[in-house]
Nanobody, 130 residues
Framework: QVQLVESGGASVQAGGSLKLSCVVS????????MGWFRRSPGKGRDGLQE?????????????AYVNSVKGRFTIAKNNADNTLFLQMNSLKSEDSGIYYC??????????????????WGQGTQVTVSS
């Protein structure tokens, strides 16, 4: 079945940088919408609705970002390696959380609604201390 495996999460100081990776199996990163979502601390139970969209990338490379990360985060992908990335710069304490890689069956990312993304990774923890 489809597998998404994230890595790269760590504890960093505010102002620092991290690069998250998501290796995808049995699903084409180059032909589908991919995204990064975040579950912030204190959100309670781990349901899809508690995961907020951070960045999306469509099959053609077009991107979308939540306002709070624009200019600091960059989503990218390597189609040949079937890997998704999230470069995070100028990190703030409010960026802390569990970051999930997600995928949907359509080529274009038409929205942030979590139920439209049937494939999820297990998450990687990012902690930013001020």
């Amino acid at each position: 079945q489809v597998q998404l495996v994230e890595s790269g999460g760590a504890s960093v100081q505010a102002g620092g940088s991290l690069k998250l990776s998501c290796v995808v199996s049995r699903f084409g990163v180059g032909s589908h919408c991919m995204g990064w979502f975040r579950r912030s601390p204190g959100k309670g139970r781990d349901g899809l609705q508690e995961r907020d969209g951070v960045a999306l990338i469509s099959y053609d490379g077009s991107t979308a970002y939540v306002n709070s990360v624009k200019g600091r985060f960059t989503i990218a992908k390597n189609n040949a390696d079937n890997t998704l990335f999230l470069q995070m710069n100028s990190l703030k304490s409010e960026d802390s959380g569990i970051y999930y890689c997600a995928a949907r069956d359509e080529p274009y990312c038409a929205g942030w609604e979590q139920p439209r993304y049937p494939y999820w990774g297990q998450g990687t923890q990012v902690t930013v201390s001020s």
